[in-house]
């Protein structure tokens, strides 16, 4: 098993930025994929950003390219996503998601992310 704690969202203004990150424990060294999708009320979960197994390769919805940031610490087992100039469509319950070498997706509770125009 694997357990996600996302922290780091809140209330900005439009332009503003923020920082989440998420840890990791239990089954750390099981690993493979890190990501963060968001829900936005009334749409379904979407992809945000990925850091592919032990390569590194990132990946970003075309949404957020540029102005958000995907990083890893494989040493904390950590993953943040650095948001900066955040838009109102921005807004959504942004989750951490870990897959893991033999497939098994892990999920956090999500953290809200408001941004207000």
């Known amino acids: 098993q694997v357990q996600l704690v996302e922290s780091g969202g809140g209330l900005v203004q439009a332009r503003g930025s923020l920082r989440l990150s998420c840890a990791a424990s239990g089954r750390t060294f099981s690993l493979l994929h890190w990501g963060w999708y968001r829900q936005a009320p009334g749409k379904e979960r979407e992809f945000v950003a990925i850091?592919?197994?032990?390569?590194?390769?990132?990946d970003y919805a075309d949404s957020v390219k540029g102005r958000f940031t995907i990083s890893r610490d494989n040493a904390k087992n950590t993953v943040s996503l650095q948001m900066n100039s955040l838009k109102p469509e921005d807004t959504a319950i942004y989750y951490c998601n870990v897959r893991t070498f033999d497939t098994t997706d892990y999920w956090g509770r999500g953290t809200q992310v408001t941004v207000s125009s």
């Open positions: 850091i592919r197994g032990t390569g590194g390769r990132i």
